[in-house]
Each structure stands twice: as structure tokens, then as C-alpha cells.
């Protein structure tokens, strides 16, 4: 059987839940077969490049390592969840500070072992500021880069799905954008249920008001809710969606959602958000969103919000401010 590409594939916080799980989905996926397991922290990540290998999966070479020089030489594609999780009652904003400086650690790493590299996916939280920083510390190319926020488009058509009691594929195009947290811009206008526009169900005996404004809650919600109902955070569904979009970068099947991307032109400076984006191996690449008049509202509110916090990271130091950023590298 083939592989997408023989080329190496670094998984960061590998002896974590969600790391493991997308060692796992990556060789399923047959992405490649050359994967590095890497995690600062030693315990059971042994255990999970073993369990790895027993599962026999044909042709997959795991290697494991706690040494970073090891892990990043020769990787071409990396995927992080290697920052701390979230604990119920936090907001992903309440991790800002510890996470984004490991997002310039990992950033730097990167600029130092592989700087060549094509891929990147960033999932710890705040994705969106965390993306960021690693991206301008590694000095890549914002096309290079993406975050979580196709995960809340997989929310909002799961909720759609369970309000309609429909199959899943059934509800098509369904899209947030702005930020990976709860001032995220969900749009109802682009969706469809079954064929029929999302826009034409909302306000009907179908789909009121009032329950489209709980199903769009439930969207905005939906990590707090996998805490609640886990007792921690989400696991299999950012690993899912990330090893999808190392699928796209590496030119296989497309991803499937908008994803975190950082734009420099176009009236976003300096922030990363999620856009209406497309994956390809040459790169991420854009086009404008389109809404109505209050979606758009909703993403200039989101925009704002993660201007905001970029400029907290500012002043923590974690960045120096935006004119200096040619300075990083
Ligand atoms: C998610 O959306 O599931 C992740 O961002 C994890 C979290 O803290 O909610």
C-alpha cells in the first residue's frame, strides 16, 4: 500500500492523549510512513511509540525522542498539541500567557532544525494567537501554517445534523471564521440542510429562533462542553481535524473546512483567523468571506478580539510590537 509521501512527520506532545491519538489517525490515514513521536516530557511516550508498533500497521516506521534537535531535523511536516490543556471553567484565552511562550520556543526550534519544513498545525490554545507566534519565530510563510478553527465548522454540521435528526454529509458548507474561541463569527448563510439553504429553516416551526440560537451556542460552547462531559478537553476531534489538514498540505484528499490562517493583506494585518482557506501542497491560499451584514459584523468583532489579544501578548513580551516584527527573525 502507498503512502501520501516518505517524507517525516513530527508529532509535538506526543505522549499526550491527543498526540498519540494523531500518531494513530496519521498512520490509518497512510500519510507516511516515516513519523516521529516527540515530547519534552519522557513518560510513556516509550509506551506509546510500542503500542504504535503493535498495531503492526504495514510499512510505518514510529521513532520516538525527547531530544528536539532530533525530533525537527529532516521533518517537513509538524503537528503541535504540545501546549497545556484547558480544565473546565477556564476560557482558552486564560492559557494565553504559558502557551504562547511555548509557541515562541517551538517557533524558534523550528527556525533552528528545520526551516525547510512544509506544514505546520498548531492546536493548543488560543490557537489562533499560539499559531501566530510560532509562525513568526519560525520565520515560515503564513501560507505554511494553519490552526483549529475547522473544527468549529465540524460542530456547527454535527449540532445542524442532530437538530434535524439527518445524516451527518447531509448538512454541506457549513462555516465559522474569525477566532478558535467564543467570539468566533458562525454563519448560517452559507449552510445547507439537506439542499435547502440553512437561512430559508431558521425562524420556521423546523428551526425557531430561539432553537437556532441554542444549537449556535452549543457550536460556540462545544470544547467547554466536551470538558463538561469528558471532565477534560476534547481529544479525538482536534486530532482528527489536524492530521486531515497534514493530508491536504501533503496533497492528498482536500480539507474539508476554513481553517486558521494567517493573513497579512487584505485588511487583517497582523492577526491569524480563520477565512475561507484551501490547503494545497503549495501552500494555504484564501478567498474573501462572504455574509450578510451582520455575519460580517460578528467578524470584525471576532478580528477585534484577536487584535486584542495579540496586543496582550505584546505586552507580555512574548512578541515585541508589530513594527518590530521584522526584528524576530
Ligand atoms: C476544542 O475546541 O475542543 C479545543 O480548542 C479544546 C478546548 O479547550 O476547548
Not at 498512520?27 to 513521536?37: E, K, Q
Not at 532544525?113 to 489562533?128: E, M, S
Not at 451584514?293 to 507580555?316: F, G, N, P, W
Request: with cysteine.
Amino acid at each position: 500500500m502507498n503512502f501520501l509521501t516518505n517524507e517525516k512527520l513530527t508529532i509535538v506532545g506526543a505522549a499526550g492523549m491527543i498526540g498519540s491519538n494523531m500518531a494513530q489517525t496519521a498512520a490509518m490515514m497512510r500519510l507516511t510512513p516515516n513519523i516521529c513521536l516527540y515530547d519534552p516530557f519522557a513518560n510513556g511516550l516509550e509506551g506509546v511509540a510500542e503500542e504504535l508498533r503493535h498495531c503492526s500497521f504495514e510499512g510505518v516506521h514510529i521513532t520516538f525522542t525527547s531530544d528536539i534537535k532530533e525530533a525537527f531535523t529532516g521533518a517537513k511536516y509538524i503537528v503541535s498539541s504540545g501546549g497545556a490543556p484547558r480544565k473546565e471553567g477556564m476560557t482558552r484565552e486564560d492559557l494565553l500567557k504559558g502557551n504562547a511562550e511555548i509557541a515562541a520556543q517551538l517557533g524558534k526550534d523550528i527556525k533552528a532544525y528545520c526551516p525547510d519544513v512544509k506544514h505546520v498545525v498548531i492546536i493548543f490554545n488560543p490557537a489562533d494567537i499560539t499559531g501566530l507566534v510560532t509562525m513568526l519565530y519560525a520565520g515560515i510563510d503564513p501560507s505554511r501554517l494553519t490552526t483549529l478553527a475547522g473544527l468549529d465548522s465540524t460542530r456547527l454540521q454535527s449540532e445542524i445534523a442532530k437538530h434535524f435528526d439527518i445524516e451527518q454529509s447531509k448538512v454541506t458548507n457549513t462555516r465559522t471564521y474569525g477566532g478558535h474561541g467564543e467570539q468566533m463569527a458562525v454563519f448560517a448563510s452559507s449552510a445547507k440542510v439537506d439542499g435547502t439553504p440553512l437561512t430559508d429553516l431558521i425562524g420556521t416551526d423546523k428551526l425557531t429562533n430561539e432553537a437556532w440560537a441554542a444549537l449556535r451556542e452549543r457550536v460556540v460552547k462545544g470544547g467547554a462542553n466536551i470538558i463538561k462531559l469528558r471532565g477534560r478537553s476534547s481529544f479525538q476531534s482536534p486530532s482528527y481535524v489536524s492530521i486531515e489538514m497534514i493530508r491536504a498540505a501533503m496533497g492528498g484528499e482536500a480539507f474539508r473546512w476554513p481553517s486558521g490562517c494567517y493573513v497579512s493583506t487584505g485588511g487583517f494585518d497582523h492577526i491569524m483567523m480563520a477565512m475561507e482557506t484551501k490547503i494545497t501542497k503549495d501552500g494555504v491560499s484564501y478567498t474573501d468571506v462572504k455574509g450578510t451584514e451582520t455575519e460580517m459584523a460578528e467578524l470584525q468583532s471576532s478580528y477585534k478580539h484577536l487584535c486584542d489579544l495579540r496586543d496582550q501578548v505584546i505586552e507580555m513580551g512574548v512578541l515585541p510590537p508589530v513594527d518590530k516584527w521584522h526584528t524576530i527573525n
